[in-house]
């Protein structure tokens, strides 16, 4: 299987570089188990369930994660951190015009950080104070590339889940932008389980499929947690996953019976779903590790030709745009 496969063509002007006014006011494309597509308000998810569902949602936090700094030599850097691993450690992306050795240091304002190793293309770092503080003092919300803005107050509250408990996240679960708490609480009330997991999305998620087989293609591992109680709960019902990371996260049990642990699971076309009936998503980049997830789920033809008529129709795409909802055949 190719990578070109999941091709597309899409108009710049598409890609959303705002949240809408309101959170529950973007479109929702519905491709149903049959194929038809209906474009729909997203305040029309909670007509679509009932009782007997399950939605699961992914409660993760995105952090502060991207740093400016310098080197000792005064030169500039930029760090982005792609896991916390401990109260003043972490694996980070370091950009710079010669990267930086072990052993070396970085500095964001007044606070070191230690080169400790590298590994691949990640940096081990040790920070001279708590990292948390540092990140809320310093950091910026780590938007992602095709989002040209810098960051504003907006994005400090609209990247963000209304839901987001767990700080751990160097991207937000796009999928869950849309919801707000009254229509959370419009689908509770439709006697619909309403549970939530934690995926913590790594900077990975945004890494472009370097290879062309896309069985050849190695996917970055990113830390999750299910409670098993909750596990228990959707067990039987008619699982709705809100987003793709979701998606992965209950997939990554069914498969190993850990309930936490890190995952690497790549799901593309041939997949053998066990947990998931219906997915809601964004519209993800061509070629994309996230498109081939949305194609293995509702079938490569059916999703790229949904992808299609988003386009014609003027949807807005990637993380600050519209949702699609795929019914699995």
Do not use: W
């Given at each position: 299987m190719h990578v070109s496969e999941f091709d597309y063509t899409l108009p710049?002007?598409?890609?959303a570089q705002h949240p809408p006014a309101r959170r529950d006011a973007s479109r929702l494309l519905h491709l149903a188990a049959d194929g038809r597509l209906r474009d729909l308000r997203f305040t029309d998810l909670p007509g679509l369930l009932g009782p007997g569902d399950a939605v699961v949602l992914n409660d993760t936090r995105v952090i502060k994660a991207r740093l400016a700094g310098r080197k000792s030599s005064g030169g500039a850097v930029e760090i982005f951190v792609e896991r916390v691993t401990g109260p003043r450690e972490a694996l980070a992306l370091i950009r710079a015009s010669h990267p930086p050795k072990p052993g070396s240091e970085v500095f964001v304002g007044s606070i070191a950080a230690k080169v400790v190793a590298r590994h691949?293309?990640?940096?081990?770092?040790?920070?001279s104070k708590d990292l948390e503080p540092v990140l809320e003092r310093h950091g910026e919300v780590p938007l992602p590339p095709y989002i040209t803005h810098a960051p504003k107050a907006e994005d400090a509250e609209r990247y963000q889940t209304v839901y987001a408990a767990r700080p751990g996240a160097v991207a937000a679960p796009t999928a869950g932008l849309h919801f707000d708490l009254a229509l959370l609480e419009k689908i509770r009330q439709r006697d619909v389980a309403v549970e939530?997991?934690?995926?913590?999305?790594?900077?990975?998620?945004?890494?472009?499929?370097r290879v062309e087989e896309v069985e050849k293609h190695k996917m970055h591992?990113?830390?999750?947690?299910?409670p098993p109680d909750a596990f228990e709960r959707i067990?039987?019902?008619?699982?709705?996953?809100?987003?793709?990371?979701?998606?992965?996260a209950l997939e990554t049990m069914a498969l190993t019976k850990r309930p936490e642990g890190e995952t690497d699971l790549f799901v593309y076309p041939g997949f053998e779903f066990k947990v998931v009936n219906r997915l809601l998503t964004n519209f993800h980049l061509p070629k994309s590790t996230l498109l081939?997830?949305?194609?293995?789920?509702?079938g490569r033809e059916r999703v790229l030709n949904a992808?299609?008529?988003?386009?014609?129709?003027?949807?807005r795409f990637f993380s600050y745009g519209d949702a699609m909802l795929i019914e699995r055949g």
């Amino acid at each position: 299987m190719h990578v070109s496969e999941f091709d597309y063509t899409l108009p710049n002007e598409l890609v959303a570089q705002h949240p809408p006014a309101r959170r529950d006011a973007s479109r929702l494309l519905h491709l149903a188990a049959d194929g038809r597509l209906r474009d729909l308000r997203f305040t029309d998810l909670p007509g679509l369930l009932g009782p007997g569902d399950a939605v699961v949602l992914n409660d993760t936090r995105v952090i502060k994660a991207r740093l400016a700094g310098r080197k000792s030599s005064g030169g500039a850097v930029e760090i982005f951190v792609e896991r916390v691993t401990g109260p003043r450690e972490a694996l980070a992306l370091i950009r710079a015009s010669h990267p930086p050795k072990p052993g070396s240091e970085v500095f964001v304002g007044s606070i070191a950080a230690k080169v400790v190793a590298r590994h691949r293309d990640l940096y081990e770092l040790k920070f001279s104070k708590d990292l948390e503080p540092v990140l809320e003092r310093h950091g910026e919300v780590p938007l992602p590339p095709y989002i040209t803005h810098a960051p504003k107050a907006e994005d400090a509250e609209r990247y963000q889940t209304v839901y987001a408990a767990r700080p751990g996240a160097v991207a937000a679960p796009t999928a869950g932008l849309h919801f707000d708490l009254a229509l959370l609480e419009k689908i509770r009330q439709r006697d619909v389980a309403v549970e939530k997991i934690t995926l913590h999305v790594g900077a990975g998620t945004f890494q472009p499929v370097r290879v062309e087989e896309v069985e050849k293609h190695k996917m970055h591992k990113e830390r999750y947690a299910i409670p098993p109680d909750a596990f228990e709960r959707i067990s039987g019902r008619k699982v709705l996953a809100v987003g793709t990371t979701t998606l992965r996260a209950l997939e990554t049990m069914a498969l190993t019976k850990r309930p936490e642990g890190e995952t690497d699971l790549f799901v593309y076309p041939g997949f053998e779903f066990k947990v998931v009936n219906r997915l809601l998503t964004n519209f993800h980049l061509p070629k994309s590790t996230l498109l081939m997830l949305a194609c293995a789920f509702g079938g490569r033809e059916r999703v790229l030709n949904a992808y299609h008529h988003a386009v014609q129709n003027k949807y807005r795409f990637f993380s600050y745009g519209d949702a699609m909802l795929i019914e699995r055949g």
